[in-house]
């Protein structure tokens, strides 16, 4: 079975501030993929990144970067120099290379980033 | 940028009643899901849709939901009798195939669902 944690239920920052969104997953496959998606506030799903579990390379995108440390099972999201447009609900979410096709979410983190 | 779109972006229900969420995936995506998020609370897989039959499905698609693509455009979700649980914002999405890029599952906006 997968499993995605995402402990920081809440988050509150002043903006630009940085902040790091933590991610811990658990799957028994040793392939998979990785995805971070953002929920504003109008309630919409939208796509910031996939990692593979056989690239472990960090990206970073602008004012967003993302960690992958395959030996802690870990993929953590920073944003650098938070705005209030920022402020969102962050999933995490898993889908193993080899159990069907369906995401598995983590519970979310809302980012509040205060002006 | 090519887009999943959804219909209607809010439903209101009677207890009991058959509701049908509508979906339009992005064009040359072949693969098709539907997700729910109860109030609150974390996004969950209902099923996944692919060569015009059910690939896989989650505890929660009981017999009561049923999934079709009656035309080359269009994905729908079925709930036969509402029941009050089944209030949630109901997601669709989409994506292209399931290994490396073509795997990234686009959603739509969402259908507010609400059962009173």
């Known amino acids: 079975a997968q499993k995605v944690t995402q402990a920081q239920t809440e988050i509150s920052v002043v903006e630009k501030e940085d902040v790091t969104l933590d991610c811990v997953y658990e799957t028994r496959d040793t392939t998979y993929y990785l995805f971070w998606y953002k929920q504003p506030p109008s309630g919409e799903l939208v796509f910031l990144i996939r990692?593979?579990?056989?690239?472990?390379q960090n990206e970073i995108s602008g004012r967003y970067s993302w960690n992958f440390q395959k030996s802690t099972s870990s993929f953590n999201f920073t944003i650098t120099a938070s705005q209030v447009v920022d402020s969102a609900v962050y999933f995490c979410?898993?889908?193993?290379?080899?159990?069907?096709?369906?995401?598995?979410f983590g519970g979310g983190t809302r980012l509040m980033v205060k002006p | 940028e090519p887009e999943v779109t959804q219909t209607p972006s809010h439903q209101v229900t009677q207890m009991g009643q058959e509701v049908i969420l509508r979906c339009v995936p992005i064009?040359?995506?072949?693969?098709f899901y539907w997700y729910r998020q109860i109030l609150g609370q974390k996004v969950e897989f209902l099923v996944s849709f692919y060569n015009n039959e059910i690939s896989e499905k989650s505890e929660i698609f009981d017999d009561q939901f049923s999934v079709e693509r009656p035309d080359g455009s269009n994905f729908t979700l079925k709930i036969r009798s509402t029941k009050l649980e089944d209030s949630a914002m109901y997601f669709c999405?989409?994506?292209?195939?399931?290994?490396?890029?073509?795997?990234?599952?686009?959603f739509g906006p969402g259908t507010r669902l609400l059962v009173l």
């Open positions: 979410a898993l889908r193993p290379n080899n159990a069907g096709n369906m995401l598995t």
């Open positions: 999405a989409s994506s292209e195939g399931l290994a490396g890029g073509l795997s990234t599952q686009y």
């Open positions: 990692r593979n579990s056989f690239d472990e």
């Open positions: 064009s040359n995506h072949l693969y």
